[in-house]
């Protein structure tokens, strides 16, 4: 079946360190990517998404490459700031408009 | 106001009682989740509906139940909560239409603790 993998955290870091945060999935067919996150205390919501092999997305100095042949997404920020702690989700959506399933997460802690 | 909106943020109750979670949306979109997140766990999802009448199963809907009310409205129920229903409960909407993708767009959240 469809599945997301991340790497297990957390992901303890220094203010201006680089991050990489590993994210690989089962899917059959083409799906769609996308990492979430979610602050203390809130919902989740979009960071980047991508909808085919090669795309880019990107935001807020966050950036993930769809990258079919090894079925992978990873999240990268060249510099993390105190304020990016969270919890990172990676998810995919099977097919058009199918339920997103997610992965366990992965919190990022960031200190000054 | 928040464009996903869910009653009650917190609450807590005793095993056997009968909980309901509510969730109204102003976005216009026709799809709407519920999951429920727990430690280690992720997200995992309970039911979907992708219009009024129509309610699918997701992942883990054992001990719950669901019921569209209208386009903008998605309540889920607990029956007879029990203590492994503590968690965190997110409601969500998507239009594949307008995004062309159907991203997630979520609530705040309701904790709930079953005592």
């Known amino acids: 079946g469809n599945s997301v993998t991340q790497m297990e955290g957390p992901v303890t870091l220094s203010e201006e360190a680089f991050l990489t945060i590993n994210c690989t999935y089962t899917?059959?067919?083409?799906?769609?990517l996308f990492w979430y996150v979610q602050y203390p205390g809130e919902g989740l919501q979009l960071l980047l998404k991508?909808?085919?092999?090669?795309d880019k997305g990107s935001n807020k100095g966050f950036e993930a490459t769809y990258r079919k042949e090894t079925t992978s997404f990873h999240l990268e920020k060249g510099s993390v700031q105190v304020s990016d702690s969270a919890v990172y989700f990676c998810?995919?959506?099977?097919?058009?408009?199918?339920?997103?399933?997610f992965g366990k997460g992965t919190t990022l802690s960031v200190s000054s | 106001d928040a464009d996903v909106t869910q009653t009650p943020r917190n609450r807590i109750t005793k095993t056997g009682k009968r909980i309901m979670l509510e969730c109204s949306q102003t976005?216009?979109?026709?799809?709407m989740y519920w999951y429920r997140q727990d430690p280690g766990l992720g997200l995992r999802l309970i039911y979907y509906?992708?219009?009024?009448?129509?309610?699918n199963k997701g992942e883990i809907s054992d001990g719950y139940s669901v019921s569209r009310q209208a386009q903008a409205k998605f309540s889920l129920s607990l029956e007879s909560a029990i203590p492994n229903q503590t968690a965190l409960y997110f409601c969500?909407?998507?239009?594949?239409?307008?995004?062309?993708?159907?991203?997630?767009?979520f609530g705040e959240g309701s904790r709930l603790t079953v005592l």
């Open positions: 969500a909407t998507s239009d594949l239409i307008r995004t062309g993708t159907g991203e997630l767009f």
């Open positions: 899917a059959t067919g083409y799906p769609s």
């Open positions: 991508a909808t085919k092999a090669d």
């Open positions: 998810a995919l959506s099977a097919q058009a408009g199918t339920a997103l399933i």
């Open positions: 976005k216009g979109h026709d799809r």
């Open positions: 509906s992708f219009d009024v009448k129509d309610i």
